[in-house]
Structures are given as C-alpha cells and as structure tokens.
Nanobody
Framework: QVQLVESGGGLVQPGGSLRLSCAASGSIFSINDMGWYRQAPGKQRELVAV???????NFADSVKGRFTISRDNAKKTLYLQMNSLKPEDTAVYYC????????????????WGQGTQVTVSS
C-alpha cells in the first residue's frame, strides 16, 4: 500500500557532498514525521536526522552542522543534503516515515525504504 524509494547515493571523496531523496507513494492519507537512518557494515542501524510534520528538525551529533534534512509535502518527498562527508559516513541510508493510509482506523504506521548506498572514500 505504501512504498518509499531512496535515490542519490553513490561514491564521493572525503569533503564532498551528496543529496539523497526519498519518494513516498501509495494509498497515503497523511505523512507525519520522516527521518533518515543509516547502517554501516557490522553496526546497528542509527538515526541520522528527522524532520517533523511541523518542520522542526533534529540531527545526530555526528552529522550536526554538515547535514540538512528537508521535505516537500506536495511531492511526498524527503531529502538529505550531506556536506563535508567523512569516511565514517559510509553506510546504507534508509528512509523512514510515519503514515496514515486511506481507509485505515487512523493508526500511524511506520514504513522503510530499501536503502541507498553511500560510500565516502578517496
């Protein structure tokens, strides 16, 4: 019923930039909070940044000042602008969204994208 598709990942040199996108589609009535998570090899998935429905944002300390999260509600799309990238930013980045579906009882449901690879290396 709901699909999240990430794009924009790739290989970049340290100090470079990438812009990730997450497009939501399906029987979506409303989207509340949205966020980006990442998972490096051998590590647990961690929160990178979140943007609430109000527009308020929060960032992990490790990316604060370097990353920017934003959303386009009309396009149902989430973005992550990543600047001053470091090798430790290398991971699979996942999009997450809290969604209400048409015809549902009104319960918020969490959905995940399949991820996009970001590799920071010289």
């Amino acid at each position: 019923q709901v699909q999240l598709v990430e794009s924009g990942g790739g290989l970049v040199q340290p100090g470079g930039s990438l812009r990730l996108s997450c497009a939501a589609s399906g029987s979506i009535f409303s989207i509340n909070d949205m966020g980006w998570y990442r998972q490096a090899p051998g590590k647990q998935r961690e929160l990178v940044a979140v943007v609430l429905s109000s527009g308020r944002t929060n960032f992990a300390d490790s990316v604060k000042g370097r990353f920017t999260i934003s959303r386009d509600n009309a396009k149902k799309t989430l973005y992550l602008q990543m600047n001053s990238l470091k090798p430790e930013d290398t991971a699979v980045y996942y999009c997450n969204a809290a969604v209400k579906i048409y015809g549902s009882s009104g319960t918020w449901q969490g959905y995940w994208g399949q991820g996009t690879q970001v590799t920071v290396s010289s």
